[in-house]
T-cell receptor, first 112, second 114 residues
Framework: GNSVTQMEGPVTLSEEAFLTINCTYT??????LFWYVQYPGEGLQLLLK?????DKGSNKGFEATYRKETTSFHLEKGSVQVSDSAVYFC???????????FGTGTSLTVIP | DAGITQSPRHKVTETGTPVTLRCHQT?????MYWYRQDPGHGLRLIHY???????DKGEVSDGYSVSRSKTEDFLLTLESATSSQTSVYFC?????????????FGPGTRLTVT
């Protein structure tokens, strides 16, 4: 079946530290991959996406590369800010049934 | 921001009572979804709709029903609420096309069943 596994949180970093949040997936065929971000008290917002192998999604300094050989889509940012504190969800989309499959979320807290 | 509203935003109800949550969109998107969010589980799909009167079950549909009589409204009903249905409920919409399948989420409804 389809599933997403992401690293357990919570993650606490100092401002300007390097961020990596691991995400691996299981899916048949060629899914599209996404990172969503949820700020406190809000719904999820699309952060970035990649639709095929070796694609790199990027937005707001965040990047993730679709690695089919390792079935991974790790989220990275070179220098985090306090405003990046949120919960991050990795997700995959399969055309069949037009359904998303979400990971459990990773909570990030950035301290000044 | 996509035009998605949810009502109510917060609700406390007693076990055994019926509850209906409403999702309203102004984007004319074809697909609408109901998820629940619980610690350690992320988001899990309850039901979704791919058109007016067209709905299907998701991963955790037991105890829930949905209806969609208009493109813009998608209702989630808990026929007889239980404490296990205490959760945050999110509605999402999608255009569903091959190039625009991104989901846009509403602000959520926090439901507490006592």
């Amino acid at each position: 079946g389809n599933s997403v596994t992401q690293m357990e949180g919570p993650v606490t970093l100092s401002e300007e530290a390097f961020l990596t949040i691991n995400c691996t997936y299981t899916a048949t065929g060629y899914p599209s991959l996404f990172w969503y971000v949820q700020y406190p008290g809000e719904g999820l917002q699309l952060l970035l996406k990649a639709t095929k192998a070796d694609d790199k999604g990027s937005n707001k300094g965040f990047e993730a590369t679709y690695r089919k050989e390792t079935t991974s889509f790790h989220l990275e940012k070179g220098s985090v800010q306090v405003s990046d504190s949120a919960v991050y969800f990795c997700a995959l989309w399969r055309n069949t049934g037009n359904q998303f499959y979400f990971g459990t979320g990773t909570s990030l807290t950035v301290i000044p | 921001d996509a035009g998605i509203t949810q009502s109510p935003r917060h609700k406390v109800t007693e076990t055994g009572t019926p509850v209906t949550l409403r999702c309203h969109q102004t984007e004319n998107h074809r697909y609408m979804y109901w998820y629940r969010q619980d610690p350690g589980h992320g988001l899990r799909l309850i039901h979704y709709s791919y058109g007016v009167k067209d709905t299907d079950k998701g991963e955790v549909s037991d105890g829930y029903s949905v209806s969609r009589s208009k493109t813009e409204d998608f209702l989630l009903t808990l026929e007889s609420a239980t404490s296990s249905q205490t959760s945050v409920y999110f509605c999402a919409i999608s255009d569903g096309g091959l190039s625009s399948y991104e989901q846009y989420f509403g602000p959520g409804t926090r439901l507490t069943v006592t």
